[in-house]
């Protein structure tokens, strides 16, 4: 019998998958399985037909737990989360069109979007006219490095509900996966909306 944490993953891979924002193998998922762990997915499987034995234990420094599965580098970043918050309780790394082209259509630090009823689908968001941003990060292959800009980022208030690496996709988190995949359906939406905005507005 599959686990309640597992089937929570393979269930997301399987619903992400079908909306295309996981494409190939990329992107991986976690849930907190204790406080000083989490089950995260294994590198190099594709998310839309996960298995259990695809899918390990790891500690909060990204290190695996009694397993001969490799863990994604990426798994740094999912770690780190836990660490700066013990209130994430799962996190979904996706790669969708749409949250990969605007991270690179904005070139400052910070995605802005505001006027949207879709917001208030991200937790502590009542109208649609505040504005909610969310943190860009470069791109890098030392996720080490990464994971210390994300630290750094944090301060001196922490991230809401995702951030987007450059040219690469979207992170996003909740106290549960319920929550987490709430945040990035909400997100997701939001994300078409502007990128189809701004291509309105440039007369594409």
Known sequence: MIDTA???IIDAGQWIDAQGWCPA??????????????????????????????LLQVDLDGQPQASLL??????????????????IGAVLHTHSVASTVLSRLESGQW???????????????HTHDASIRIAILDNAQDMQALA???????????LQWGFLVRGHGLYTWGHDMNEARRHLEGLEFLFA?????????AGV
């Open 111 to 125: 995605l802005t979007i505001s006027g949207y009823e879709m917001q208030k689908s991200l937790s502590g968001n």
């Open 70 to 87: 490799k863990p994604s580098a990426e798994t740094l970043l999912h770690t780190r989360l836990y660490q700066l918050d013990n209130r």
């Open 25 to 54: 193998t990329g992107g991986n998922f976690s849930v907190r399985s204790g406080p000083e762990r989490a089950l995260i997915t294994a590198s190099g499987c594709h998310k839309g037909h996960l298995t259990p034995e695809q």
């Open 148 to 158: 210390a800009e994300l630290s750094q980022r944090w301060q001196p208030e922490a």
């Open 193 to 201: 909306c502007e990128l189809e905005m701004r291509r309105l507005s």
């Open 6 to 8: 597992a089937q929570q």
